[in-house]
């Protein structure tokens, strides 16, 4: 069975789409960006960029000083935003010698110099959304065995399956079926633009230890409401735990 491809998606650096959806970006309540269709730049193949053309900025731009060289896109230029009186420091950045024609006079903007992304009326996080991704949570009926040391830590009928795009499926577990007095919060988080605020335990039996094996995210956003306040585990992080579905072990 090795003709099968088990993940096709990909999306190769340097590909340059045009968007469909109105994008805006904003400082301190300053409107500095809004385009209809933005162009969506993938630098690499997780995710694309927006760049928008001069006549989609509400700010002045003001030449900063030359940018890094990107392996897909070539050399770059940074510029400051200046909106009023403000100044967002080399939070522009333009790549004259792109190998896209359409994007050398377009700039990208660094997502951390602006407080609010909108695409279309609904908020962005953490970057840009791919509009090739989708996140499906399926409730579930499989069974889900979860053991470390021969401690068995979680045992559920009821799953909800999470898939997304790329990625293999994630199962969430109701905590009742998890036996949460093993584990111990962390300050780990992490912030997905399709499913949220991630936080996560730590679990340990006897004298093992596995650092931030569950998460669940408490708010999760609309794609993902199906898995709010549940959890799963990520046996990626120790052979050690045994993950099994319907009496196979996976991870």
């Avoid at 090795?2 to 340097?14: A, H, K, S």
């Avoid at 935003?81 to 420091?89: C, D, M, S």
């Avoid at 509009?131 to 499906?136: F, H, M």
Wanted: aromatic fraction near 10%; charge should be negative; glycine fraction near 6%.
């Amino acid at each position: 069975m090795t003709d099968i491809v088990q993940n096709p998606f990909t999306i190769t650096p340097g590909t340059v789409q045009p968007g469909q959806r109105r994008v805006r970006a904003f400082s301190a309540g300053d409107l500095v960006a809004d385009a209809v269709a933005p162009l969506l730049v993938w630098e690499h193949p997780y995710y694309p960029q927006f760049f928008f053309l001069e006549r989609d900025l509400e700010a002045e731009l003001e030449p900063a000083s030359e940018g890094p060289r990107s392996k897909v896109l070539g050399p770059s230029e940074l510029f400051d935003v200046v909106i009023g009186e403000r100044v967002l420091p080399k939070a522009a950045r333009r790549f004259p010698k792109a190998p896209t024609e359409a994007m050398r006079e377009a700039f990208t903007l660094t997502w951390s110099s602006f407080d609010t992304w909108l695409e279309e009326d609904q908020v962005v996080f953490t970057h840009a959304r791919s509009p090739y991704v989708r996140i499906d949570a399926l409730a579930s009926s499989r069974h889900v065995r979860v053991v470390l040391n021969g401690e068995v830590v979680a045992d559920s009928s009821r799953p909800v399956v999470l898939y997304e795009t790329g990625l293999g499926p994630r199962y969430y577990l109701p905590r009742v079926d998890v036996r949460m007095d093993l584990f111990t919060p962390t300050t780990t988080q992490s912030h997905c633009p399709y499913k949220g605020t991630a936080s996560y335990w730590s679990l340990a039996v006897g004298d093992t230890e596995i650092a931030d094996v569950l998460c669940g995210y408490e708010t999760p956003l609309p794609e993902a409401a199906k898995v709010a306040g549940m959890v799963a585990f990520l046996p990626e992080k120790d052979a050690a735990l045994e993950f099994w579905v319907d009496g196979v072990r996976i991870g």
